[in-house]
């Protein structure tokens, strides 16, 4: 069965989504990320969804269980690269993904995941996605 | 006498919804079609996502169905009309399901109510033990 | 009407020159359509209307073979348009041909009065509608300039400005619909992707009026900036539409406001980890505040 990748840099995780996700690979995604980051101890994830067309309240779920079973691992989670139109269909639908960090793109989101490593206060990243 | 504009049907396909793979196929095709007939790509994205969560439904509280897509045209404007009918439980208090929030099945309780913000026109039809059919229209 | 076309044929030249001095002696705006080019056109229609392709319904201008005329009536509507000349000017430019050929056909058919009054009849039909057709086109033509600028015109009206590295402005100006402010999302949102900006400052100072639709689509921008990881400043914000935002029940909770697009900027220096530094007996400088990025 197909899986996704997930890279490593330095005490991070990245993962880049790129295809349509359907049930069993959100699965396996969730059941590898909680792996890599306990063998790891990783600090940080990075969930690339740039080439994410669609993002619907399922896709919602897996990046919000992501977030929550990294958290528990004590790992930081942040989402880079949301399309316009995505973010615009979200707020349509109501969808505001509580407990998500978002960040414009991979540099970005690193710079974030980097400080909140260090236990850095965050000034420069935003506060107020909640 | 007024005459009404008539709801022309140019073309029409129906797609199952049995299995995951089946959402990944919806979506897909809506998709294709939507392309080609050159809707924005903001409404792409609402028309698909809309789709997405409703073929969901059929699957996961339906236990499955079927959706059918269809092109619309009255006078010069166009429309796509997606029909979702499951023979699933039935929906035994439709206002409730349709507030945010509320959900059976631990997700985020969107669906309903978020596609129905995200298309035109949205009718849905559903009693306990008669299935459901949700029908939504987007227009050009 | 064949007689009439190898007549204009054997007479092309002098049709031409008495059709240009016609058109020079009644024309009001000389300035606005060089001669060279009137001449041009002219010989062109004349060309055209008397070779006509094998098969053409002569007496019939909606005919397919007058296609070729249709097309070049069509083209100089358009350059008539671009040059200011009235639509009337337009079908005169046509119409001055009907003396011109009126003459020469009472001068060739003075012997058969008969057949003079059926190709003067014939004439006068098909100038009348080559009129027609380059009115209507015309208008068309100006259909489309109108459509054009007015869009380029929605277009101008919502700029995104980069303020800074990292900080974009919109400066809003005018009512705000719905359907501009569905633009103005859409720009401010594609805006923020392309700067890579982590601040966006709306400033609504050229805003005249705020209604609850309104304010729901600026909360639903500022909603969808920050999904994407970026956050939004509101700024310009009158007295008169601060009072109205309280007294509709609006709430903005969420958002971070300043009345002054110049206190929005500092903000977004501040949060980005930059100072505005002033050096002794120098200009102020804006400077990234050591240890923070």
Redesign the interface.
């Known amino acids: 069965m197909e899986r996704i990748p997930i890279l490593r840099i330095g005490s991070l995780l990245l993962v880049t989504i790129q295809v349509?996700l359907?049930?069993?690979l959100a699965l396996q995604l969730q059941d590898d990320l909680s792996t890599r980051i306990a063998d790891l101890g990783a600090t940080g994830v990075l969930i690339d969804i740039s080439a994410l067309?669609?993002?619907?309240?399922?896709i919602?779920?897996t990046l919000a269980n992501i977030a929550a079973i990294a958290r528990v691992l004590d790992a930081e989670t942040v989402v880079?690269g949301?399309?316009?139109?995505?973010?615009?269909?979200?707020?349509?639908?109501?969808?505001?993904?509580p407990g998500i960090r978002?960040?414009?793109?991979v540099?970005?989101?690193m710079?974030y995941l980097r400080q909140a490593a260090t236990g850095g206060d965050g000034?420069?990243?935003?506060h107020?996605?909640e | 006498m007024e005459t009404v504009s008539e709801q022309i049907i140019t073309r029409s396909e129906i797609l199952p919804i049995r299995t995951?793979?089946d959402?990944?196929h919806v979506?897909?095709r809506v998709?294709t079609l939507l392309s080609e007939e050159r809707f924005t790509?903001?409404d792409?994205?609402?028309i698909?996502?809309a789709a997405?969560?409703l073929a969901?439904n059929a699957l996961e509280h339906g236990g499955g169905g079927q959706m059918e897509m269809s092109l619309l045209a009255v006078g010069a404007r166009k429309g796509i009309r997606l029909k979702f009918s499951d023979q699933g439980p039935g929906i035994a208090d439709i206002t409730m399901a349709l507030k945010?929030g509320y959900t059976t099945a631990g997700?985020?309780g969107?669906?309903l109510?978020?596609s129905k913000?995200?298309m035109s026109e949205f009718d849905i039809q559903s009693s306990p033990g008669a299935g459901t059919v949700v029908t939504v229209t987007r227009w050009k | 009407m064949i007689k009439l076309l190898k007549m204009m044929r054997d007479n092309q030249d002098r049709i031409l020159t008495d059709w240009l001095d016609g058109l020079k002696a009644s024309a009001r705006r000389r300035d606005l359509i060089g001669d060279v080019e009137v001449k041009e056109h002219a010989r062109k229609i004349l060309t055209l209307i008397s070779n006509p392709p094998p098969n053409t319904v002569l007496e019939d201008f909606s005919s397919e073979g007058w296609q070729t005329v249709r097309d070049q009536l069509m083209e100089i509507s358009i350059s008539r348009v671009a040059h200011g000349s009235s639509p009337s000017e337009t079908a005169q430019f046509l119409l001055s041909l009907k003396p011109v050929m009126f003459k020469l056909i009472r001068e060739q058919l003075t012997t058969a009065p008969d057949e003079l009054f059926r190709e003067i009849d014939v004439t006068n039909n098909f100038v009348d509608a080559m009129a027609l057709h380059i009115a209507e086109s015309y208008i068309q033509s100006r259909d489309k300039v109108i459509a054009r600028q007015q869009e380029e015109m929605l277009e101008l009206s919502t700029p995104v400005v980069m303020l800074w590295d990292g900080i974009v402005a919109l400066p809003v100006i005018g009512t705000l619909d719905s359907s501009r402010a569905q633009m103005v999302?859409?720009s401010l949102?594609?805006a923020?992707?392309q700067t890579?900006?982590?601040f966006a400052i709306i400033d609504i100072t050229g805003v005249p009026t705020v209604d609850t639709l309104v304010a729901q689509h600026l909360l639903?921008t500022i909603?969808?900036?920050?999904?994407?990881?970026?956050?939004c400043i509101l700024s310009g914000i009158r007295p008169q539409i601060a009072q109205t935002i309280v007294h509709l029940g609006i709430t903005l909770n969420?958002v971070?406001t300043r009345s002054k697009l110049s206190d929005a900027f500092r903000l977004a220096l501040e949060?980005?980890?930059r100072a505005v530094v002033q050096k002794a007996g120098q200009a102020p400088v804006v400077a990234p505040v050591a240890g923070?990025?």
């Open positions: 349509d359907y049930d069993d067309e669609i993002v619907d309240s399922f919602g779920r880079v949301m399309q316009p139109a995505v973010a615009i269909t979200l707020v349509e639908l109501g969808m505001s993904l978002t960040a414009l793109n540099d970005l989101g710079e000034v420069g990243t935003d107020y996605a | 995951q793979i959402l990944v979506r897909q998709r790509l903001i792409q994205t609402k698909v996502t997405s969560e969901r945010d997700g985020m969107l669906g109510g978020g913000r995200l | 999302m859409e949102l594609h923020i992707v890579n900006s982590r639903k909603t969808a900036a920050r999904l994407m990881g970026a956050e969420d971070v949060r980005s980890g923070v990025s």
